[in-house]
């Protein structure tokens, strides 16, 4: 199984900081890879589809970089509404896996 | 508008068994490849099955293979996850997702249904 891990697994910014999010996978992934966001209570929303592809309506402060085994989501600017739990998830194969979150938090 | 509302979560036994359902619309559900993600209580997402719209292919996690089942209904756009034998680990939140096309990245959730396996 491809194992992913993000780091860091906790961070906190203020409004309008530069955030980088990273994701490494066990073994090559191609650009197999999206970013997720998830709020208390809620699912989770797709924000970055292979690797760098911004998914429709999603805020362009959101970026995606990387290809085989490393992997970053960039906020530009963070929000207020940016405060979540930001996963990373490989389709390179079954079964597909999730990385094990960061979590956002506004200073 | 998309929608997808998972129903038949319940407090069960271990060892029990569940049917979860996932009504969908907004979409052309019968091409569709549709999947179901879970979450444990304060954990992360862990992806569960995946099932093509004619149901020729189909992909489990290791750990549920052999106990859940998944199916479809697409007169219904309906998708199902039969839980057997069911235990403690098993215990989450179970979403039912959609996949973007013929890729395995899910860009619609249900609000999800929760699981929970305790004597």
């Known amino acids: 199984d491809i194992q992913l891990t993000q780091s860091p697994s906790f961070l906190s910014a203020s409004i309008g900081d530069r955030v980088t999010i990273s994701c490494r996978a066990s073994?090559?992934?191609?650009?197999?890879l999206a970013w997720y966001q998830q709020k208390p209570g809620k699912a989770p929303n797709l924000l970055i589809h292979?690797?760098?592809t911004l998914y429709s309506g999603v805020p362009s402060r959101f970026r995606g970089s990387g290809s085989g085994t490393e992997f970053t989501l960039t906020i530009s600017s963070l929000q207020p509404e940016d405060s979540a739990t930001y996963y990373c998830?490989?389709?390179?194969?079954?079964?597909?896996?999730f990385g094990p979150g960061t979590k956002v938090e506004i200073k | 508008e998309v929608q997808l509302v998972e129903s038949g979560g319940a407090l069960v036994q271990p060892g029990g068994s569940l049917r979860l359902s996932c009504a969908a619309s907004?979409?052309?559900?019968?091409?569709?490849?549709m999947s179901w993600v879970r979450q444990a209580p304060g954990k992360g997402l862990e992806w569960v099955a995946s099932i093509r719209g004619d149901e020729i292919l189909i992909h489990y996690l290791a750990s549920v293979e052999g106990r859940f089942t998944v199916f479809r209904d697409n007169a219904r756009s309906t998708v199902f996850l039969q839980m057997n034998s069911l235990r403690a680990e098993d215990t989450a939140i179970y979403y039912c997702a959609k996949l973007l096309g013929t890729v395995t990245t899910f860009h619609f959730w249900g609000q999800g249904t929760l699981v929970t396996v305790s004597s």
């Open positions: 073994q090559g992934i191609n650009n197999y």
């Open positions: 998830q490989q389709r390179n194969g079954y079964p597909i896996t």
């Open positions: 907004g979409f052309t559900f019968s091409t569709s490849w």
């Open positions: 292979s690797a760098s």
